[in-house]
């Protein structure tokens, strides 16, 4: 009874330290994390990133973290303003809307992993994805983005995305790019 006991405690630790065995299950594990999600807005609330944190590097937890302290800040030092007409002004914070996690903004209804590149420790994984629209479900939109992955404290994490779509409106760079923006850094 007690090797029993002691086994059905065993097997969340041993499943959890095999999440991150090797780039492609990390990728693989981390975007069908992001896909659980009913994701609102362009950055993950606190309980979805604790999900996400065990697949990420302590880098991209830190920028997803400053991004999300930012957009607070944001939003608490521009309230919502009445204008003479009663018309509610709100400045949209930085990061509320839109897909952060693909180069579509509307977001990604499945994936699939793609090839896979070392080079010099570091991964990349290509993501292929796609995105149906339900107002017309018989032409998907198909693209490739990127995960890189490297080793952190023994283990496979992912450090960033790159978009790789090449449709004006798509997202562009990294998911760091979009993480470290700020619009005074613009002027």
């Given at each position: 009874m007690r090797k029993i006991l002691l086994l059905v405690f065993l097997i969340p630790i041993l499943q959890a330290?095999?999440?991150?065995?090797?780039?492609?299950?990390?990728?693989?594990?981390?975007y069908s994390t992001v896909l659980?999600?009913?994701i609102k807005a362009c950055l993950p609330d606190e309980n979805q990133l604790r999900r996400l944190t065990p697949y990420m590097s302590k880098r991209l937890t830190a920028l997803?973290?400053?991004a999300l302290a930012y957009s607070e800040q944001f939003a608490k030092d521009h309230p919502p303003?009445?204008?003479?007409?009663?018309y509610l002004i709100l400045d949209k914070p930085p990061f509320s809307d839109g897909d952060?996690?693909?180069s579509n903004v509307e977001g990604v209804t499945s994936f699939a992993i793609g090839k896979s590149h070392e080079s010099k420790g570091k991964y990349q994984i290509d993501l292929n994805l796609v995105r149906i629209d339900p107002m017309s479900p018989n032409k998907p939109i198909e693209w490739t983005d990127a995960v890189h992955i490297i080793k952190e404290d023994g283990r496979f994490v992912v450090d960033d995305l790159e978009f790789l779509a090449d449709w004006p409106y798509a997202n562009h760079g990294s998911l760091s790019k979009t993480l470290e923006w700020r619009p005074e850094k613009q002027k």
């Open positions: 330290s095999s999440l991150n065995d090797n780039p492609e299950d990390t990728a693989k594990n981390f659980s999600f009913s997803i973290r400053n303003q009445r204008t003479k007409e009663g952060c996690f693909s």
